[in-house]
Nanobody, 115 residues
């Protein structure tokens, strides 16, 4: 079992930036593929970004060129740097890891983009 704790959300103006963090428990973090998802008001949860154990990344088309996922294995932490934020980025952001057929989720962190 893995526990995930997100932080770094908040209120930001359009065009602004935020960096989200997700800290994972345990000593196997370095081998995990880590995902960031988001769920906006009235929308389904969607995959935003993914980083593999080897550092390969993938992004949803809606965030390519604006968001960057990274990881620090020494700190058991995955990050999501979000730049050029737009109102439609408003959502609860979750980190997630899949292990042996089970998805583990954090509690989520709210990101609100508004003037």
């Amino acid at each position: 079992q893995v526990q995930l704790v997100e932080s770094g959300g908040g209120l930001v103006q359009p065009g602004g930036s935020l960096r989200l963090s997700c800290a994972a428990s345990g000593n196997m973090f370095s081998i995990y593929t880590m995902d960031w998802y988001r769920q906006g008001p009235g929308k389904q949860r969607e995959l935003v970004a993914r980083i593999t154990s080897g550092g390969s990344t993938d992004y949803a088309d809606s965030v390519k060129g604006r968001f960057t996922i990274s990881r620090d294995n020494a700190k058991n932490t995955v990050y999501l740097q979000m730049n050029s934020l737009r109102p439609d980025d408003t959502a609860v952001y979750y980190c997630c890891v899949g292990l042996l057929g089970t998805n583990y989720w954090g509690q989520g962190t709210q990101v609100t983009v508004s003037s």
